[in-house]
């Protein structure tokens, strides 16, 4: 038609060659070359008038609709905005969760470090006060029975008769069965805290439209 090869449609940069075709594929002006040699070959096409012609039937179809209208998009737009400060809103509340939930785990973790530590303090404490009062009863003895092989060395019957309570009570203590108390050694301690079970974050998102 003679309206449509008046149609300046450009020239083609890959080939230097007039856009004489519209892609309705790609949507865009292709030049012959494009259609028989290039990325364009196979592809449907119409010719620039018929394209220019397509395109304003299209546009005029939609502003008859009120779609090209501002107040359209702004709608949209609205519950799309409302949705990030929504969206937005959630991650705070869970980021001030995780927060909060973690400094707790911390603190309880804190306290239940205190809490074994003061008790493997006072259990080995306990037991080791137990062993020093062992040590200090058989140091005794021991110097007691230094004392009897002293005046055992000696031929004078006198200085036996006189030490003769001791003699005989340092033999009787030595003569006694051996009753130490047994040792309670941790072997294992228990690392575990109680905690609160944490409920599942389940964000129920409604749809934007």
Not at 39 to 63: E, F, M, S, W, Y
């Amino acid at each position: 038609m003679a309206g449509e090869e008046e149609l300046s449609s450009g020239k083609c940069e890959e080939h230097d060659r007039l856009n004489e075709a519209f892609c309705e594929v790609c949507k865009v002006l292709i030049c012959p070359s494009c259609l028989m040699f290039g990325v364009h070959q196979g592809h449907k096409v119409l010719t620039p008038g018929q394209a220019a012609r397509l395109i304003r039937d299209l546009i005029d179809k939609n502003n008859k609709a009120g779609r090209l209208n501002p107040e359209f998009s702004e709608k949209y737009l609205a519950k799309i905005r409302d949705n990030k400060a929504r969206l937005q809103k959630s991650q705070n509340n869970v980021m001030n969760q995780i927060q909060e939930n973690f400094s707790q785990a911390i603190k309880t973790l804190k306290n239940r470090r205190k809490e074994l530590i003061d008790e493997v303090d006072k259990h080995f404490t306990k037991e080791l006060n137990v062993v020093a009062e062992s040590e200090q009863n058989w140091e005794k003895k021991e110097k007691m029975s230094k004392r009897v092989l002293e005046i055992s060395k000696s031929n004078s019957d006198e200085e036996t008769l006189l030490n003769c309570f001791m003699i005989l009570d340092g033999i009787e203590c030595l003569d006694l069965p051996v009753t130490f108390k047994n040792l309670k050694l941790y072997e294992n301690i228990d690392f575990s805290v109680n905690e609160n079970k944490l409920e599942k974050l389940i964000i129920h998102a409604d749809p934007w439209f």
